[in-house]
């Protein structure tokens, strides 16, 4: 019985590393983007919509969670090619508690607006519209995540320990 506990701690230590260490990677990958946006060529675009999309989750109480992120979609045109983009930034959309938030960022982009948007020369369907920026989800996430592995690697030591001081 012992060995299976000690599979389990040990299994959920690398799962949850692997997990943090991945999200970690991502983060840094996007942060990689984020700086190299800002070395993209800067175009003449338009936006075509902006609105606050909406995410709703139902949890076992029957309670209704609500997160919020801008959509904003543009177009602009590179060698005669007219290409469309959703991604305002390097890296995942987040969606966020605060509505407002979101309406903010959407009141930036009314339908219409003139945009500078800086896409990448060497793949032109990829552009932002706010080049450095990304988000620090995955900073976060891939932190928590690793504090959790370490916790439970802890959890573990100590569970040998005692096993090991009874014997």
Not at 27 to 39: L, M
Not at 57 to 73: K, L, N
Not at 89 to 97: D, E, K, L, P, Y
Not at 100 to 117: D, L
Request: glycine letters at 8%; hydrophobic letters at 45%.
């Amino acid at each position: 019985m012992e060995t299976i506990g000690y599979i389990c701690f040990v299994g959920l230590t690398l799962i949850f590393a692997a997990l943090g260490g991945f999200a970690l990677w991502t983060y840094f990958k996007d942060r990689q983007k984020a700086e190299a946006s800002k070395q993209w060529m800067a175009v003449n675009g338009k936006v075509v919509e902006s609105r606050v999309e909406v995410r709703e989750s139902h949890d076992e109480d029957q309670g209704t969670t609500r997160s919020y992120a801008p959509h904003v979609e543009y177009e602009y045109e590179v060698n005669g090619t007219v290409y469309r983009s959703t991604k305002l930034h390097a890296g995942t959309r987040v969606f966020v508690s605060s509505r407002g938030r979101a309406e903010a960022e959407v009141a930036r982009y009314a339908p219409g607006t003139p945009v500078t948007v800086y896409c990448d020369p060497a793949n032109p369907a990829e552009a932002v519209l706010q080049p450095g920026k990304s988000s620090k989800a995955g900073l976060v996430i891939g932190i928590v995540f690793l504090v959790i592995s370490g916790m439970i690697l802890c959890l573990f030591l100590v569970t040998v320990l005692i096993g090991a001081a009874a014997r």
